[in-house]
């Protein structure tokens, strides 16, 4: 293995965890937290026309209020469908409409929803921490094999061992800065 190849895998390694960490944070913004958050209905389908099409690909959805979510479809017609697809939501509340203008306006949550919350949000965290270290482990067999093989010595293999960890390491951090910081917003009052 040369030189090129263990440091274009190690690039594609450092590729692969951060592919990990963002998915955890785009996971992380579909979960409800005291304020609404226009990230809530990312993954709400409409029938429009005959197709499944996302939310927000045939509505504008903003926070006018810190708690209130305002879902205005482009298409006065996909109104109907909208206020359907968001009364089958499990948010706590039903949605109220204006003429076209659909509003849903999220209650406080309790304590214990909040606790519940931070025990969710640290799951997701652990696995996506097990899932940036299967990376680190398929880099650090890959590595052993080459080292076997004679095609990497065993210092160039401990360097670039110690390389894989160092980045692994900063991801896990990454994962557990963004869990901390999740759990005091859940936890904010």
Same mark, same amino acid.
């Given at each position: ?21 963002? /998915? ?31 939310? /927000? ?10 708690? =209130? ?6 298409? /006065? ?15 706590? =509340? ?15 949550? =309790? ?76 936890? =904010?009052?």
């Amino acid at each position: 293995m040369a030189e090129t190849d263990v440091s274009e895998l190690l690039s594609q390694t450092e590729l692969e965890m951060l592919e990990k960490v963002e /998915k955890f944070k785009r996971e992380l913004t579909s979960l409800r937290t005291g304020r609404a958050n226009p990230q809530l209905l990312d993954s709400v389908y409409v029938e429009y026309y005959g197709a499944r099409v996302l939310l /927000k690909q045939i509505a504008a959805i903003s926070t006018p209020e810190p708690r =209130t979510l305002e879902v205005r479809p482009w298409d /006065k017609t996909a109104t109907d469908a909208v206020e359907i697809e968001l009364k089958k939501m499990d948010l706590g =509340t039903l949605p109220s409409r204006n003429g076209e203008i659909i509003r849903i306006n999220l209650p406080p949550m =309790t304590e214990d929803q909040r606790k519940k919350m931070v025990k969710v949000v640290h799951s997701m965290g652990e696995d996506s921490r097990v899932a940036v270290r299967n990376e680190r482990r398929d880099v650090l067999e890959k590595i052993k094999k080459a080292e076997k093989a004679k095609e990497l010595s065993e210092d160039d293999a401990k360097r670039y061992s110690a390389a894989v960890q160092k980045i692994t390491d900063a991801y896990v951090k990454s994962i557990d800065e963004v869990v901390a910081a999740k759990e005091k917003d859940l936890l =904010t009052v």
